[in-house]
Every structure is written in structure tokens, then in C-alpha cells.
């Protein structure tokens, strides 16, 4: 498994590093130019993006990540110290396989990081 965390953050990318190594591979990446250009190379399984970053934010890398080919199999996580509900984020979009609203807690990020990496292993699309 291969976990993609991008943040502009240099605590967030470090916290969040700590917290998701001993479930997988994680590559951090602090904008979301350098974010978009990870996904490309690496097609990790799991991306999870803060949504105020500079370059491309959050929501216009998880647009591109859903516009290839194999965008559908990849889970996306988004990050933002605001509630979700105030930046509009909700399920009924489709973009957005979860929500994290800072700060984390390392229990919240392993429940539901375990639960999207079970789902990409059921995926039949996933290689």
C-alpha cells in the first residue's frame, strides 16, 4: 500500500507521516503541484490532500486525480481545518472518499485510512 499526503504544513506532513507509517508506504509532498506530479509517478492508493495549499489546491489536484483513466480506484482523503460542511464538501459530490478536519488525531486517521485502504484491496480494479 502506498499513502500520498500532501500539506503545505511542514508539522501537519510530519504528524501525518508518524501516523500512517505503520499502516503503509507514505511519500509527503508540501503543494499540490509536486502532490498532482507524486500521483502521476507513483498511483498511490490512497491520497490525502489539505485543500489550501499553494500551486493547485486540494480539490483541483482530487478533480485531476478523478479525470484519469484510473482516478476511480485511488481513495481520496480531503484535509482542512475548517468543518466540512463550511467549505462544502459533502458526499453527494463524488470527489471526496473522506474528510479529516485538523487537528487530526492519530485514532481518527488510522480508522478511517484502514477503512479506504480495505476498500482499494477489494477493489477489482486495483492492480
Known amino acids: 500500500m502506498l499513502v500520498l499526503v500532501a500539506d ?4 501537519s506532513l510530519l504528524l501525518m507521516r508518524s501516523y500512517l507509517g505503520a499502516l503503509a508506504k ?5 503543494n499540490g503541484v509536486e502532490a498532482w506530479e ?3 509517478e507513483h498511483r ?3 491520497v490525502v490532500l489539505d485543500l489550501g495549499m499553494p500551486g493547485l ?20 482523503l480531503a484535509m482542512s481545518a475548517s468543518p466540512a460542511v463550511d467549505i462544502g464538501i459533502t458526499a ?13 488525531s492519530r485514532s481518527t486517521l488510522a480508522k ?11 477493489d477489482p480494479c486495483s492492480p
Open 8 to 11: 503545505d504544513e511542514p508539522t
Open 26 to 30: 507514505v511519500i509527503v509532498r508540501e
Open 38 to 40: 507524486a500521483y502521476l
Open 44 to 46: 498511490p492508493d490512497l
Open 57 to 76: 489546491s486540494g480539490h483541483e489536484v482530487a478533480r485531476r486525480i478523478r479525470a484519469t483513466p484510473d482516478g476511480h480506484r485511488c481513495r481520496l
Open 92 to 104: 453527494a459530490d463524488g470527489l471526496w472518499d473522506g474528510y479529516l478536519e485538523k487537528p487530526v
Open 112 to 122: 478511517i485510512a484502514i477503512k479506504l485502504l480495505k476498500i482499494v484491496d477489494a
